[in-house]
């Protein structure tokens, strides 16, 4: 990897915009990490080795930045040339199916959700990388865990690097106006709310489009807190359900409350309304708070100290009802190099270089080891709360049943967002669209 | 009929179009008010209709960020405190120059194949007159059917098997697959226009049959060579699908793929950049047009001549 | 050209060298055909047909992203056929193809006869109109998506805040009627110029010495279009028709960047389907399937196209001899 003139610039422009914002220092921000003291598993890096890795593009420059950064200091130190490439969400998904069909290209595919289940009869195993990272930093949350081993057992096929989560983010002006402090945490509270927000002409918006993440977090939120699942412990599929028809009768007093166009909107969309100040409240990554802040435009920083987060609301949830999009790590299998590879992995986890990464973030990526949340840069703004614990969660893409081929194409053929849709849009009534999408998802379940 | 007026080779074309121009004005009921409605301002609805995106494009790549959401304040129509930091952004801190170069590099050799084996093969065809012929005709018609996006996944797996995955000549070799039969069809048909007795003679001359081809009906087919050509460039240009499946090195994408998987980062799109991306990366194939776009007319018509 | 050519014939002389080997190969007819033939019938056999029949291949078997996948018959096909939103597609897309392949030809005619007249700039204004058809699909539908989007349309704009004829933003895509006629008019945006220019290729060939007589037994304008026009453009409509028909079937990018199929399934053309089920819902037997059901179509709309204006195509021609 050469670090080129838009590397030299790129690095310029993070440095520039992290001191904008409070930021602890590199060394600091490794101090704050509590580890226990475990034997460092040895990886003998092969003679002449070189690895490709494909990761998502970055959201936010300081995620590519500093991602590149300790790529460099990989390099310097081990000398196996590492190049990166960034791949934008939508394109990672066919990229990565090439991938691991053809057995050609990346060595390491660090990629959302449940692709490591999918591809797991082509993957390395890194239980040793995995223990030894778990027992090191206070051990994996509960997300990192399901994502990262197989289903049911103790073998770990990816290596969670972090996770994102999409929480509520709102005007705190408006929802005072409307005589709230904070978002209510049962639905009838949050629907008021939403009411009380139409009638000022603040509505709020979430997107019921085919949005791969906003959408699906939406629908995953509305059948969480209502009790609802897609499928039951043994991937049945129990979609068609009392619950189920509550939620979808709830969705649609919701909706009438939103800015119309919802249903068209795909990621971009409530990110676009929100900025132009047409939305008072939604549910999205930090990436929408984030560059309100570092806007040149002052009336969109004004946006952005006016805008506060927090957890989605509970509604009959016990626990925080908020889907996250995990990050694995995936090694194939036909990567020449599996020690480079995990001594690569094992480098870029470590507190020296995920500390400095996950703190110039800002938020953006959340920890998958517990001990990163020490770290103090999670207190110099409390905003990004919501965003620290996004592994935390029992909630998943295919709760209760087992991550699979089959919970991955629920999602990805947006069965739950649709039926949603199709009901507050008054083009179905809820019990027929709710065994419409038990029809839908049993065709993919049938197969696991 | 006057029979003169007959066009007889692609080339006549070009003088009668010329003709038939003042034809209009010849005729006294053709008034200035009424040629303005049924002319100009449907001509202009047309312009301003098929050009209104790419307007909205140009004026988008030199706005500040602030001022595309805001059009209370800024009238969306028009850019209050241009930037070129967009431009300066793609410029600089992405690898654009390096995508133009690669694009025009695999839109230049697969049209070039492209164009060299429809050449051939609508030779063959048409000129050898061998039996059978017209059952590969239709078989490379036929190739026309097959839509990329049910190809990709094996073609995939079998660029990697050639060994070309990640690499700019996967690209060249698979383009031609929908360029070939269009080329040829087209070619089939320009080559009918050519009179067969100027073969004939050569032949009879003692001319080789690649002489002909060479010296004979290629100079004749120019302007249909040429009309292949743009049609397989723009295409290549365009190519999407392919050029996203089979490479993923950021500095080996195609411009359509890299300013989508480069200027878009999750649900933030980058727009100035992204736009003035498009616009940039357009600007090789417009030119190519407005140099032969009256080629390509003529040859169309050359194509579809019985 | 012709000048040249015949310049070109007369001192070529053509005086023939001893016959070598490799000059006899070159006249042997058979051997000139295989040669000729070699380089495309190479690369679409290569590229095209292996992978269709694996591709086909593929349709019968179960195989998913992560696993290869056993061969299941006509399982895939079979449960299509109870599948709705498959069905849906089915009819989208034979929609689709219909409406915008009438209005690219209606507008792009009329483009073509305008086009056809003695303007100012005409080259310029001629290579201008081809831009929808020059810029990469994909770009040109992000810009369409803007305008389509129900908070920042700029035809939401002109209509609410310039001209006042409604009071709220239209939901262009929100529900799926307006959804689908939304892509046709961009569909047929984006395929005007092509149809226009081939057809104007067309029109150039029509001799103005017919309308001068038509004029001299009193034709009316439209007697004129509908007896002289519409007939002898019928080769190039049949060609232009089928290759369209072709390109608007398997439209894969438009819908993808646009709707990715939204809302809930309605607007999903095939292509976008198939790509759906097999690349980011991993069941790449089940695409496949979705893709082999094209086929069909693809045939039985071209050769309707081919047959239906073709035929008309060869008597025109005929007569014309």
Redesign the interface.
């Known amino acids: 990897m050469t670090i080129a003139r838009r590397d030299a610039i790129a690095l310029g422009t993070a440095a520039f915009g992290a001191a904008a914002i409070p930021v602890i220092g590199a060394r600091a921000a490794v101090d704050d990490v509590p580890t226990a003291n475990v034997k460092q598993p040895e990886y003998k890096i092969e003679s002449g080795a070189s690895l490709h890795v494909l990761r998502p593009a970055k959201f936010i420059d300081p995620d590519e930045v500093f991602w590149k950064v300790n790529t460099k200091k990989f390099i310097d130190a081990t000398g196996v040339d590492v190049k990166v490439d960034f791949v934008s969400w939508e394109d990672l998904r066919p990229q990565l199916a090439v991938v691991a069909n053809t057995g050609a290209g990346a060595d390491i595919v660090i990629s959302f959700g449940s692709d490591p289940h999918i591809y797991s009869s082509k993957l390395v195993e890194l239980t040793d990388l995995a223990d030894y990272l778990g027992a090191k930093y206070g051990g994996w949350y509960d997300l990192a865990l399901l994502y990262g081993r197989k289903w049911n057992t103790k073998n770990w096929i990816g290596l969670p690097i972090g996770g994102g989560t999409g929480p509520v983010l709102y005007r705190k002006s408006w929802v005072n106006q409307a005589g709230y402090d904070k978002v209510p945490n049962d639905h009838d509270g949050f629907l008021a709310l939403c009411q009380k927000l139409q009638k000022n002409g603040h509505p709020c918006g979430m997107s019921l489009g085919h949005a791969l993440g906003d959408a699906n977090g939406y629908s995953e939120w509305l059948l969480w807190t209502h009790n609802a699942f897609v499928v039951d412990e043994k991937g049945k599929v129990a979609i068609d359900s009392n619950e189920t028809i509550a939620a979808l009768k709830y969705a649609t007093e919701l909706q009438k409350t939103m800015i119309q166009g919802t249903l068209t909107w795909n990621d971009v969309g409530n990110n676009q309304a929100y900025t132009a100040e047409q939305i008072s409240l939604t549910f999205n990554g930090v990436s929408l708070y984030y560059t309100l802040l570092k806007s040149p435009d002052p009336k969109l920083n004004a946006v952005a100290a006016d805008t506060f987060t927090q957890d989605t609301p509970f509604g009959l949830s016990k626990r925080k009802p908020q889907s996250a999009a995990p990050l694995n790590a995936m090694l194939f299998k036909h990567s020449k190099y599996p020690n480079a590879a995990k001594e690569y992995l094992r480098f870029m986890m470590e507190a020296d270089q995920y500390g400095v990464w996950l703190s110039n973030c800002l938020g953006y990526w959340c920890q998958s080891l517990k001990a990163y949340s020490q770290m103090k840069f999670w207190q110099s703004d409390p905003k990004l709360t919501p965003f620290a614990g996004a592994l935390d969660s029992p909630f998943y893409d295919g709760y209760k049943g087992p991550i699979s081929a089959a919970s991955a194409a629920v999602i990805a053929n947006y069965t739950v967002v649709d039926m949603f849709a199709s009901v507050v849009s008054g083009n179905a009534t809820p019990e027929a669209a709710a065994k419409q999408a038990a029809k839908q998802a049993e065709r993919y379940y049938k197969s696991a | ?2 029979e003169q ?3 007889n ?1 692609p ?1 006549e ?2 003088a ?2 010329g ?7 010849l ?1 006294a009921w053709d008034s200035r008010l009424r040629r303005t409605v049924t ?2 301002i ?2 202009a609805l ?2 301003i ?3 209104f ?2 307007y ?2 140009t004026i988008t790549a030199f706005k ?3 001022e ?4 209370k304040q800024y009238t ?2 028009w850019v209050h405190s241009p930037t070129l930091h967009n431009i300066e952004v793609l410029l ?4 654009y120059p390096r995508w133009l170069t690669i694009t025009m590099a695999i839109a230049v050799g697969s049209t070039f ?1 492209s164009v ?3 050449v ?2 609508a ?3 048409e000129r ?1 007159r ?1 039996k059978g012929a017209q059952h ?1 005709g239709l ?2 018609y036929l ?5 990329p ?3 990709f ?8 098997q050639f060994g070309l ?2 690499n700019p000549i996967a690209l060249i ?2 383009y ?2 929908f360029l ?3 080329c ?2 087209l070619l089939i048909g320009y080559f009918k226009s050519i009179p067969y007795e ?1 073969e004939e ?2 032949l009879i ?7 002909i081809l060479r ?2 009906t290629l ?2 087919a ?1 302007p249909g060579l040429i009309s292949a050509g743009i049609f397989a460039f ?1 295409l290549s ?2 190519e ?2 392919y050029a ?3 490479i ?3 500095d080996r994408k195609t ?3 890299a ?4 200027l ?6 980058q727009w100035g950049a ?2 003035a ?2 616009l940039l ?2 600007v090789p ?2 030119l190519i ?2 140099f032969f ?2 080629y ?6 050359g ?4 | 050209m012709d000048a040249t050519v015949d310049v070109g014939i007369r001192h070529l002389g053509f005086t023939r060298k001893p016959d070598g080997w490799v000059t006899r190969l070159f006249d042997n007819k058979a051997f000139l055909v295989f040669l000729c033939l070699l380089p495309s019938m190479g690369l679409l056999l290569v590229f095209l047909t292996y992978p269709l029949g694996l591709g086909i291949w593929l349709s019968m078997t179960d195989t998913t992203i992560g696993q290869p996948g056993q061969f299941i018959g006509l399982d895939n096909f079979i449960d299509l056929m109870d599948d709705p939103v498959f069905w849906m597609s089915v009819t989208n897309t034979i929609f689709y193809t219909t409406v915008a392949t009438v209005g690219k030809f209606a507008l792009g005619l009329w483009l073509a006869l305008l086009l056809n007249h003695h303007i100012p700039f005409k080259a310029f204004i001629r290579a201008i109109v081809l831009l929808p058809w020059i810029v990469p699909t994909v770009l040109s539908a992000i810009a369409w998506w803007w305008i389509y989007s129900p908070q920042f349309s700029i035809v939401s704009y002109v209509i609410v805040d310039v001209l006042h004829l409604r009071s709220t933003y239209i939901n262009f895509l929100g529900s799926p009627w307006p959804a689908r006629w939304s892509l046709i008019v961009a569909n047929i945006w984006r395929g005007i110029p092509f149809v226009a220019i081939t057809l104007l290729a067309g029109l150039q060939t029509i001799s103005p010495s017919l309308y001068e007589a038509a004029l001299l037994d009193g034709a009316s304008g439209w007697q004129k279009f509908r007896r002289i026009t519409v007939p002898l453009l019928m080769p190039i409509l049949a060609v232009a028709l089928t290759l369209s028909v072709l390109f608007t079937f398997s439209d894969f990018q438009l819908v993808y960047a646009i709707t990715r199929g939204g809302p809930f399934n309605t607007t999903h053309l095939m292509a976008t389907l198939a790509f759906q089920r097999a690349i980011p819902g991993a069941q790449l037997g089940e695409g496949a399937a979705i893709a082999v059901s094209m086929i069909p179509f693809l045939i039985a709309a071209t050769l309707v196209c081919f047959f239906g204006v073709g035929r008309r195509k060869w008597q025109q021609g005929e007569a014309n001899d």
């Open positions: 009929m006057t007026l007959v066009p080779s080339a074309v070009e009668i179009a003709r038939s121009i003042d034809v209009p004005e005729l002319v100009y449907p001509l047309f312009v209709v098929l050009l995106p790419f909205w494009m500040p960020d602030y595309m959401y805001d059009y969306p129509f600089y801190e992405t690898n194949l060299t084996s429809s051939l093969a030779y063959a065809i050898l061998f590969f078989a490379i190739a026309y059917l097959v839509p996006s049910i190809l996944i094996p073609l995939a797996t079998l660029i990697f995955f990640d070799l698979t031609p697959t070939v039969p269009f040829t069809w100027l003679c050569a001359d003692g001319a080789s049959r690649l002489q010296r004979i100079p004749l120019v723009t240009w365009n999407f699908i996203l499946a089979f993923q090195s950021t411009v359509p793929v300013i989508l998987t480069e878009v980062t999750g649900d933030v799109y992204l736009m991306g498009s990366g357009s194939v417009a047009y407005s776009v009256e390509y007319v003529s040859s169309m018509t194509a579809v001549k019985e």
